[in-house]
């Protein structure tokens, strides 16, 4: 069974740094594309939630424009996890943050909230 667990959220002033953390167990994140997922204030998540950043099982990196040149998506095949290095967060970036496969054919996890303040 997949388990992720993320964390690393918490409250920071625009212009501020964050590192998120989703452990997993139950797959390698070297033998599966995974990917960082968000869910701002006043969304629903449902079964589909917006895609921040995802990495092929080869490694390659894709970010989305909204969060390109501020977020870095990473990972360590030894410790099985899954990094999200955001810089210079906006407001705008407050959501509930969440990994999970790219296809998001996990059962999802807690999330970590990460709150930017203006």
């Given at each position: 069974?997949?388990?992720?667990?993320?964390?690393?959220?918490?409250?920071?002033?625009?212009?501020?740094?964050?590192?998120?953390?989703?452990?997993?167990?139950?797959?390698?994140?070297?033998?599966?594309?995974?990917?960082?997922?968000?869910?701002?204030?006043?969304?629903?998540?449902?079964?589909?939630?917006?895609?921040?950043a995802?990495?092929?099982?080869?490694?390659?990196?894709?970010?989305?424009?909204?969060?390109?040149?501020?977020?870095?998506?990473?990972?360590?095949?030894?410790?099985n996890?899954?990094?999200l290095?955001?810089?210079?967060?906006?407001?705008?970036?407050?959501?509930?943050?969440?990994?999970?496969?790219?296809?998001?054919?996990?059962?999802?996890?807690?999330?970590?909230?990460?709150?930017?303040?203006?």
């Open positions: 069974q997949v388990q992720l667990r993320e964390s690393g959220g918490g409250l920071v002033q625009a212009g501020g740094s964050l590192r998120l953390t989703c452990n997993v167990s139950g797959v390698g994140v070297r033998t599966e594309a995974m990917a960082w997922f968000r869910v701002k204030p006043g969304q629903t998540p449902g079964k589909k939630r917006e895609l921040v995802g990495m092929t099982r080869s490694g390659l990196p894709t970010i989305v424009d909204s969060v390109k040149g501020r977020f870095t998506i990473s990972r360590d095949i030894d410790e996890t899954l990094y290095q955001m810089n210079d967060l906006k407001p705008e970036d407050t959501a509930v943050y969440y990994c999970n496969h790219l296809m998001q054919v996990y059962d999802w996890g807690q999330g970590t909230q990460v709150t930017v303040s203006s």
